[in-house]
């Protein structure tokens, strides 16, 4: 059975950086596009960036110049890199494929605020 993992968040001030994991155990990993998506409070779970099978990166406009996606298929791995956070990138940060097709775990929660 999948199982996934999110870690890596925290309370940071704005303007700092964050990097968060994701691991996949007991998936075909690397047969998908890996996404992060991300859940502000009292709002939708949307999409944040994603990156293909052969690591070709996407990212929403709002995150486009300070967060990095990428993957290590080899233990099954997606990182989102956050550089400048902003109090709006507040939220809990899942993984999943573009689709939304698999399991969901219980995020990691990311607070930005002086």
């Known amino acids: 059975q999948v199982q996934v993992v999110e870690s890596g968040g925290c309370l940071v001030q704005p303007g700092g950086s964050l990097r968060l994991s994701c691991t996949a155990s007991g998936s075909i990993f690397s047969m998908y596009t890996m996404a992060w998506y991300r859940q502000a409070p009292g709002k939708q779970r949307t999409l944040v960036a994603t990156?293909?099978?052969?690591?070709?990166?996407n990212y929403t406009d709002s995150v486009k110049g300070r967060f990095t996606i990428s993957r290590d298929n080899w233990k099954n791995t997606v990182f989102l890199q956050m550089n400048s956070l902003k109090p709006e990138d507040t939220a809990v940060y899942y993984c999943n494929n573009d689709l939304r097709t698999g399991p969901w775990g219980q995020g990691t929660q990311v607070t930005v605020s002086s």
């Open positions: 990156i293909s099978k052969i690591g070709i990166p």
